[in-house]
């Protein structure tokens, strides 16, 4: 037992910051990372997906990907800081309409969110097309049991902050929603944790499909599903599953921290 509390000690917290201008720099530098993570595994399609950061000062405001730029190119300083009016205030490239539709309902009617991540995943915009909600076949998918939604409301490009609404709505408390026929939306209380949330939903997607494509999965009952999802998808475990990912990139592809 003296061991367990040991390793326990010895993992890393999330970190405090001493200013606001400390805090933004560190949630820029972790959406920047974000983005090269997502091209890297594939998430990028065209100019569609975003992922936004609630700017620490300002709350009502928040950070966001320029409109055509790819993941893999974006860097701290290609970042826009948009308000809850959709105008530009600091950057000098267009935002995704959509981006903000849908992003500032999320920030508006969650204060708890730091972060929120969207993009168009290939498994993940297949599994949404079905209209259901991730079993938990899984230790990783039960990240997820009873911890996501699912928005069954497709009406086209989302342009207009009404729809966004709707999609905040659907999300509610959860961590997650599946956006039907259209693909995933995580949230977090960092950048860190939204953008694992994401990774991980979309593997789990990936799993199920290839599951229910062999055979029958057998899903884990509500018991052990509730037990594993307060031990691998708590905040914490969010943000520190980022961890190794963030430092390989950063070393990877330093430049995104310019």
Not at 22 to 43: C, D, I, N, P, V
Not at 57 to 84: A, K, Q, T
Not at 171 to 184: C, E, F, R, S, T
Request: charged letters at 20%; one cysteine or more; proline letters at 5%.
């Amino acid at each position: 037992m003296q061991a367990v509390s040991v390793l326990k000690s010895n993992l890393p917290e999330p970190p405090s910051f001493s200013s606001p201008t400390e805090e933004r720099l560190h949630r820029k530098q972790r959406l920047a990372a974000a983005f090269r993570l997502f091209s890297r595994f594939g998430f990028d399609e065209g100019v569609a997906g975003h992922i936004t950061a609630r700017d620490p000062e300002y709350p009502d405001c928040f950070w966001v990907n320029s409109f055509g730029m790819h993941f893999s190119l974006i860097r701290v300083s290609d970042l826009i800081l948009v308000n809850c009016k959709g105008e530009v205030l600091e950057g000098d490239r267009p935002i995704n309409q959509a981006a903000f539709a849908i992003h500032s309902q999320i920030h508006a009617a969650r204060p708890d969110v730091v972060a929120a991540a969207h993009a168009h995943s290939v498994y993940g915009k297949s599994w949404s097309s079905l209209g259901r909600l991730l079993d938990p076949l899984t230790q990783d998918a039960c990240c997820f049991y009873q911890d996501h939604s699912l928005f069954d409301d497709y009406t086209g490009v989302v342009l207009e902050p009404e729809q966004g609404k709707r999609i905040a709505q659907a999300l509610g408390n959860n961590k997650a929603v599946i956006l039907k026929n259209h693909g995933l939306l995580t949230v977090g209380h960092s950048v860190d944790e939204a953008a694992w949330w994401f990774i991980t939903m979309e593997h789990s997607c990936q799993a199920q499909l290839l599951a229910e494509a062999a055979g029958k999965p057998i899903p884990i009952n509500h018991e052990f599903a509730s037990l594993a999802r307060s031990q691998v998808g708590s905040h914490y475990m969010g943000w520190f599953s980022f961890q190794p990912l963030y430092e390989m990139i950063v070393r990877q592809e330093p430049d995104l921290l310019e």
